[in-house]
């Protein structure tokens, strides 16, 4: 329970109503889990994509913490 946990969030694609991030999470160096996660913006009434609400940062862009 009270391992230090390093958790990675990378930004594989973003397009006008889509986004595809990768994730991983590692103890001392040691991959534990990882994964790709696709999120889409659709209209709550719709249920059609629509675009993002906010201008989203390029892909290629590196943030670091």
């Not at 390093?6 to 991983?24: C, K, N, Y």
Request: proline letters at 6%; glycine letters at 6%; charged letters at 20%.
């Amino acid at each position: 329970l009270d391992d230090l946990l390093d958790v990675t969030v990378e930004v594989l694609e973003g397009r006008a109503a889509t986004l595809l991030i990768a994730q991983q999470a590692l103890r001392a160096g040691t991959l534990l889990a990882e994964g790709t996660i696709r999120i889409a913006c659709v209209d709550c009434a719709s249920l059609r994509p629509r675009r993002f609400p906010i201008t989203l940062p390029d892909p290629g862009l590196h943030a670091t913490a």
